[in-house]
């Protein structure tokens, strides 16, 4: 990025912006850029004025002349020759109702001097569509394990720590901060310990946590869910198993590229965002939650931002999982983006489904769904995950297994209880009803004083009115929908259906733009 930026100025570029919260890092860059090509660098924003970049005494010196307008700033530039000028946070002076600022940058570009460039730093990118062809966008990624590394040191040398190897582990724990982030993650671990070493690990990614959080989209989750607590879905246990070596070190030799993700579809409460969460600890890899629906901002091209800078998260803690849980809810609406929401819809998604095409960081993305009907059908194409599965009803195998397991979970012995019975009894549950006739056995159970047993199971059973009820249309157009457009999660053929409840009334948002109804 950096042998970017200075090819770009001296081949003559006459405006650049630069996208990147890291104020410091961007004068660093400008700084080395400068001396290299022997110009002089000023930077300039509303607070401080015009500052010149000393090298003998290093640090930015106040101009006596201190420019406070922009208007100013600009008659400065065009005045002067040999320089960098670097305007902060410039992006309110060049909006629609400020043509004659827009003209006097067009203006700019189109003149024939060699030896000066402009720069404009935000935290955002933001441009009048007049600039578009005019000005050269970098976006500054996430620093990198060296530039992590050099932030270690510093923090080092500054408590006076004697560290003559740096720890790898705690330097790849503060991937995904920003050069800030990291010196104020690495300063905290050693206030609070006394020591940077890889005992410090879980402090560093305390305060990632913390910094990811305050995005308000996306949030680092520490799974403790195994595959073990998954039951049933043989089929996608063993294609992650399988995939999760495209990952070794050896792979790339090998001829293999990294999976792209997968995305399950099926019934609600049949376990998509558990195995998702599973995964995480499958193959030890950071687990980002990505909530599609706090994407979407009120102020114009901030949807198209966030996403960019979630992804770019995802990028830079690599190899990651994003976790995208209900992805229809955040896509919905797709089909009349250009009328109701001015495209803020259609654009995100496009963001997402290239970054997903071209993308060549370790992400592994796993994007869940309840209702197929609200996806958009370009999700849907295979190329733009590895595979799609469809999850259903359990079997009666998989429910004696999901019963096992939850009992397990209560400190139950599952050889106590007659858990065949109770699979045959729960035909048509999903594994989070069975969840429900566990609890609920143990609340009457308790309430009556007495160890839980098999007819209290089975009478929370008989108790609960499962989805597939209500879903028995649905479920079945569901299934013939995925014959040929997904692959079964389950080793396990499906159940027929008894469809015993045809009078049963349907809400009403149980019927409304549901196809498969």
């Not at 006459?14 to 080395?32: F, G, V």
């Not at 950071?286 to 706090?294: A, E, N, Q, V």
């Not at 733009?384 to 429910?399: A, Q």
Request: with cysteine; hydrophobic share 35%.
């Amino acid at each position: 990025m950096e042998s970017e930026l200075k090819n770009l100025i001296e081949a003559n570029v006459k405006l650049i912006q630069i996208i990147s919260y890291e104020t410091l890092r961007i004068h660093a860059m400008l700084i080395r850029a400068s001396e290299e090509l022997d110009k002089t660098l000023f930077v300039w924003n509303r607070i401080e004025g015009l500052k010149k970049w000393n090298s003998d005494e290093i640090k930015f010196e106040e101009e006596e002349n201190n420019i406070e307008t922009p208007d100013d700033i600009i008659e400065y530039f065009n005045d002067h020759d040999n320089l960098i000028l670097l305007l902060e946070d410039f992006y309110p002076d060049l909006t629609e109702d400020k043509p004659r600022m827009i003209k006097t940058f067009r203006n700019i570009a189109l003149k024939d001097s060699k030896n000066k460039t402009l720069v404009l730093s935000q935290p955002f990118p933001q441009l009048p569509k007049e600039l578009e062809k005019d000005v050269h966008i970098i976006e500054l990624p996430y620093p990198d394990f060296e530039d992590l590394k050099a932030i270690y040191k510093k923090v080092c040398q500054e408590y006076e720590i004697e560290n003559d190897e740096p720890d790898n582990e705690l330097i790849e724990a503060a991937l995904g901060l920003t050069i800030m982030e990291a010196e104020k993650a690495f300063s905290l671990a050693y206030i609070e310990n006394r020591q940077l070493t890889g005992a410090e690990v879980p402090l560093v990614i305390r305060e990632k946590e913390n910094v990811i959080k305050k995005s308000g989209y996306l949030e680092y989750y520490h799974p403790k869910e195994t595959m073990d607590d998954v039951g049933g879905l043989e089929n996608l246990k063993n294609w992650l198993k399988k995939r999760g070596r495209g990952f070794d070190k050896g792979a790339k030799d090998f001829g293999l590229t990294y999976p792209k993700g997968i995305l399950l579809l099926g019934i609600p409460g049949t376990g998509k965002s558990l195995t998702a969460k599973a995964v995480g600890n499958l193959w030890n890899f950071p687990l980002l939650r990505l909530d599609m629906g706090k994407i979407f901002g009120g102020i114009v091209g901030e949807s198209e931002n966030n996403i960019r800078e979630a992804l770019k998260i995802a990028e830079a803690i690599a190899p990651s999982i994003l976790w995208i849980d209900e992805i229809e809810k955040g896509m919905s609406g797709i089909s009349s983006s250009g009328s109701s929401d001015g495209g803020t819809t259609a654009r995100v998604l496009g963001t997402f489904l290239t970054w997903m095409q071209e993308k060549t960081k370790p992400v592994f993305v796993v994007a869940t769904a309840n209702d197929i009907s609200q996806l958009p059908p370009e999700l849907l194409r295979k190329g733009r995950v590895d595979e799609i599965f469809f999850v259903d009803l359990p079997s009666e195998k998989e429910r004696k297994e999901i019963i096992d397991i939850h009992l397990k979970r209560k400190g139950r012995d599952p050889e106590d209880f007659d858990t065949p019975q109770l699979a045959k009894e729960s035909k048509g549950f999903s594994g989070a009803e069975l969840e429900e006739a566990v609890k609920e056995a143990l609340f009457q159970a308790y309430d009556d004083e007495k160890e839980v047993t098999t007819e209290h199971i089975s009478v929370a059973i008989k108790k609960t009115y499962p989805l597939s009820s209500t879903m028995h249309e649905t479920i079945n157009k569901m299934r013939q929908w995925a014959k040929s457009r997904a692959v079964a999660a389950s080793e396990e053929e499906p159940e027929k259906l008894d469809n015993q409840n045809k009078d049963v009334p349907k809400l009403k948002q149980e019927t409304y733009n549901n196809p498969f109804i």
